[in-house]
């Protein structure tokens, strides 16, 4: 069983940064595909960016590209460092994490275990 925790949320200017954390338990982490997602009021659950499990790979959404960079350090944590917020960046970030390997990972369904989200909200 793996337990997420994400912290690193809050409000922000437009332009402005902020660092997300996720911090997991379990002794298997380090072999899991981690991701991040979000969800904005009245809208599905979107995917913002992963890494595979040695960190050698990433994946970003073409809204983020550029601005978002996702790692993790196999100490259990994955940040996701956001850049150049706007306010459409604003949402209910969730990390998640795939045990098994075999799904997209752009997709939610793909993953196993999910925290319960941090608020970020970028004011304009």
């Known amino acids: 069983q793996v337990q997420l925790v994400e912290s690193g949320g809050g409000l922000v200017q437009a332009g402005g940064s902020l660092r997300l954390s996720c911090a997991a338990s379990g002794r298997t982490f380090s072999s899991y595909a981690m991701g991040w997602f979000r969800q904005a009021p009245g809208k599905e659950r979107e995917f913002v960016a992963a890494i595979g499990w040695s960190g050698g790979n990433t994946y970003y959404a073409d809204s983020v590209k550029g601005r978002f960079t996702i790692s993790r350090d196999n100490a259990k944590t994955v940040y996701l460092q956001m850049n150049s917020l706007k306010s459409e960046d604003t949402a209910v970030y969730y990390c998640?994490?795939?045990?098994?390997?075999?799904?997209?990972?752009?997709?939610?369904?793909?993953?196993?275990?999910w925290g319960q989200g941090t608020q970020v909200t970028v004011s304009s």
């Open positions: 998640a994490a795939d045990r098994y390997g075999r799904g997209v990972l752009s997709t939610p369904s793909t993953y196993d275990y």
